[in-house]
């Protein structure tokens, strides 16, 4: 344990997570389904409620009296450390402030309650790049990453005085504070970029009205834009699905495969492909074409659902699984680019809104997509917006890009004074940190 931690102050100890906390951990639901959630009841938490800066007891299921007390070491209490034990977000850890009712958590979280540590300060050696390295390392689960119970309660721990805990967590609460305020402020600006691209978008669009009523059908436009249904102008062609029991044959051919993972809104993201080995006439039947415009049938943000990328012909032979629909146009009357723009657009966003299948993911269908009313105008017209919303997206972008490094460097050094402080790296007598309001 030592090694991981370095050279700690000469007054510290080292210790383990089961030696100054109980873990704690539900092993499934005892039969649990969603047909008992209620509309009220005993709040339980999943881990996207411990993913912001202050636990969400908001947005929550609720589970009966019964099925909340067949788990008493699970029942919340103030100075509770919960940490994400399964999945993309394992090694996320957030501590219990308050509790506005009672509640308890899914599977996916373990709660540490302290003993022989102040349960904030724990909270932020969890949080150290030190820990979250060892969570890491000896996590486990071929799909769904796990961290199990015996390697929680194995994790080092260093161990301050008790004072000096205090310290170091009030210090660390204020600067945290502090970098999580900038963060929040980039992410505000991040929205108002994407409101002023969507604004450019649809005014390039919809352009001046010749009339301030609107849309009966479609009433975020206005009544006396032309629209159509996409279908005029466009097909779509169906992808393939691989089946991993066929047996190979004679007429296999290796092939590129752009997967649902591969299209990222109004880009097609290359950066790993894979091959598939298919028959060669159910390849030509779901090859890409130059133009295409490529979009998937589902999306876990229902405001993404719809965007569409125009495919460059990047890969020779590619085909394209059958979740990915590939919308191809006439090429006369409606340009690949102007399609993507509609797609991206706040009419695009409201329509796939409007008529998605939300239950669980957001879904749509090849018929919902051809069904999309389109404004009609001329191909010139069409070619002057597309000019007008590419220079708006590469704004966007530098924009955007600018943020998101500063997010990176504002992550890091919040990483980089817990574990600072933590490890004793940082005296907190002469640095103080202050509560941001």
Same mark, same amino acid.
């Given at each position: 344990?030592?090694? &991981?931690?370095?050279?700690?102050?000469?007054?510290?100890?080292?210790?383990?997570?089961?030696?100054?906390?109980?873990?704690?951990?539900?092993?499934?639901?005892?039969?649990?389904?969603?047909?008992?959630?209620?509309?009220?009841?005993?709040?339980?938490?999943?881990?996207?409620?411990?993913?912001?800066?202050?636990?969400?007891?908001?947005?929550?299921?609720?589970?009966?009296?019964?099925?909340?007390?067949?788990? /008493?070491?699970?029942?919340?209490?103030?100075?509770?450390?919960?940490?994400?034990?399964?999945?993309?977000?394992?090694?996320?850890?957030?501590?219990?402030?308050?509790?506005?009712?009672?509640?308890? %958590?899914?599977?996916?979280?373990?709660?540490?309650?302290?003993?022989?540590?102040?349960?904030?300060?724990?909270?932020?050696?969890?949080?150290?790049?030190?820990?979250?390295?060892?969570?890491? &390392?000896?996590?486990?689960?071929?799909?769904?990453?796990?961290?199990?119970?015996?390697?929680?309660?194995?994790?080092?721990? /260093?161990?301050?005085?008790?004072?000096?805990?205090?310290?170091?967590?009030?210090?660390?609460?204020?600067?945290?504070?502090?970098?999580?305020?900038?963060?929040?402020?980039?992410?505000?600006?991040?929205?108002?970029?994407?409101?002023?691209?969507?604004?450019?978008?649809?005014?390039?669009?919809?352009?001046?009205?010749?009339?301030?009523?609107?849309?009966?059908?479609? /009433?975020?436009?206005?009544?006396?834009?032309?629209?159509?249904?996409?279908?005029?102008?466009?097909?779509?062609?169906?992808?393939?699905?691989?089946?991993?029991?066929?047996?190979?044959?004679?007429?296999?051919?290796?092939?590129?495969?752009?997967?649902?993972?591969?299209?990222?809104?109004?880009?097609?993201?290359?950066?790993?492909?894979?091959?598939?080995?298919?028959?060669?006439?159910?390849?030509?039947?779901?090859?890409?074409?130059?133009?295409?415009?490529?979009?998937?049938?589902?999306?876990?943000? /229902?405001?993404?659902?719809?965007?569409?990328?125009?495919?460059?012909?990047?890969?020779?032979?590619?085909?394209?699984?059958?979740?990915?629909?590939?919308?191809?146009?006439?090429?006369?009357?409606?340009?690949?680019?102007?399609?993507?723009?509609?797609? &991206?657009?706040?009419?695009?966003?409201?329509?796939?809104?409007?008529?998605?299948?939300?239950?669980?993911?957001?879904?749509?269908?090849?018929?919902?997509?051809?069904?999309?009313?389109?404004?009609?105008?001329?191909?010139?017209?069409?070619?002057?917006?597309?000019?007008?919303?590419?220079?708006?997206?590469?704004?966007?972008?530098?924009?955007?890009?600018?943020?998101?490094?500063?997010?990176?460097?504002? &992550?890091?050094?919040?990483?980089?004074?817990?574990?600072?402080?933590?490890?004793?790296?940082?005296?907190?007598?002469?640095?103080?940190?202050?509560? %941001?309001?």
């Amino acid at each position: 344990m030592k090694g &991981a931690f370095g050279n700690l102050p000469e007054h510290w100890q080292l210790t383990r997570v089961d030696r100054v906390a109980s873990v704690n951990a539900r092993i499934g639901w005892k039969a649990l389904t969603a047909a008992e959630y209620q509309e009220e009841g005993y709040a339980f938490l999943a881990t996207p409620n411990i993913k912001t800066a202050e636990i969400d007891f908001r947005k929550v299921n609720f589970i009966s009296e019964f099925r909340y007390e067949e788990s /008493p070491d699970l029942k919340l209490a103030v100075g509770d450390v919960l940490l994400a034990k399964d999945g993309n977000t394992l090694g996320i850890v957030n501590i219990v402030r308050d509790l506005p009712r009672p509640a308890t %958590v899914n599977g996916s979280i373990a709660v540490l309650r302290s003993h022989g540590i102040d349960p904030n300060f724990l909270r932020y050696v969890i949080a150290s790049d030190i820990t979250q390295s060892a969570i890491c &390392a000896v996590k486990d689960g071929m799909g769904v990453p796990h961290l199990f119970q015996r390697d929680i309660n194995r994790l080092a721990v /260093p161990l301050p005085p008790a004072g000096e805990q205090r310290r170091i967590s009030d210090f660390l609460d204020g600067e945290v504070a502090r970098v999580n305020q900038m963060i929040a402020l980039r992410l505000r600006q991040l929205a108002v970029i994407a409101e002023r691209y969507a604004a450019v978008m649809s005014t390039a669009i919809v352009g001046r009205s010749r009339s301030d009523k609107m849309n009966k059908e479609w /009433p975020w436009l206005p009544a006396d834009l032309e629209l159509t249904r996409l279908g005029y102008f466009a097909r779509i062609q169906s992808g393939v699905t691989v089946d991993a029991s066929r047996g190979p044959t004679g007429r296999d051919v290796e092939v590129p495969y752009l997967r649902v993972a591969n299209v990222q809104g109004e880009r097609v993201d290359l950066a790993e492909v894979k091959t598939i080995r298919i028959p060669r006439d159910l390849a030509d039947r779901a090859t890409l074409r130059e133009g295409d415009v490529v979009m998937t049938e589902a999306n876990g943000n /229902p405001d993404n659902l719809g965007r569409g990328a125009v495919w460059r012909g990047e890969f020779a032979d590619m085909v394209h699984q059958n979740h990915v629909f590939a919308i191809r146009t006439d090429g006369k009357r409606l340009l690949p680019e102007y399609l993507s723009v509609l797609l &991206a657009s706040a009419h695009g966003r409201r329509y796939f809104r409007f008529t998605s299948n939300q239950v669980g993911i957001a879904t749509t269908s090849s018929g919902k997509v051809l069904n999309m009313p389109i404004p009609v105008c001329s191909l010139e017209r069409q070619a002057e917006v597309v000019a007008t919303c590419m220079r708006a997206r590469e704004a966007t972008e530098d924009a955007t890009a600018a943020l998101n490094r500063q997010l990176a460097l504002l &992550a890091e050094r919040r990483r980089a004074l817990i574990t600072a402080a933590v490890t004793g790296q940082i005296d907190v007598t002469t640095a103080r940190g202050v509560r %941001v309001p």
